[in-house]
């Protein structure tokens, strides 16, 4: 993967904000997934903070428990971007 788009970064400052925006994207990834998976989270919601909090918990543990049982989960391949065969290839790593 490469990590420069155009052109390198020239100073501490750019480097900072290329690798801020790679994790953020990556975040958001992540947050799209879960909210594919588990509707009650996508919206407005309607509890807590705290219990906001638990809930995006649980949906994170739930889905790691789904993607150890079905490492060829289809949100994987289409929110991700990912081929089936390259998960079904990841898994084999483990």
């Not at 594919?36 to 989270?41: G, L, N, P």
């Not at 638990?54 to 971007?81: G, Q, S, T, W």
Request: aromatic share 10%; glycine share 4%; hydrophobic share 35%.
């Amino acid at each position: 993967m490469n990590e420069f788009t155009e052109h390198s970064p020239e100073n501490e400052k750019e480097l900072f904000n290329l690798r801020h925006s790679s994790l953020r994207t990556t975040i958001e990834r992540g947050f799209g997934i879960l909210k594919s998976r588990f509707r009650s989270i996508d919206g407005k919601s309607f509890w807590s903070y705290e219990t906001q909090v638990d809930v995006m918990l649980a949906c994170c543990i739930i889905h790691n428990h789904i993607m150890r049982i079905d490492p060829y989960d289809f949100l994987m391949e289409e929110k991700c971007n990912i081929p089936h065969f390259e998960i079904k290839q990841r898994s084999h790593v483990n």
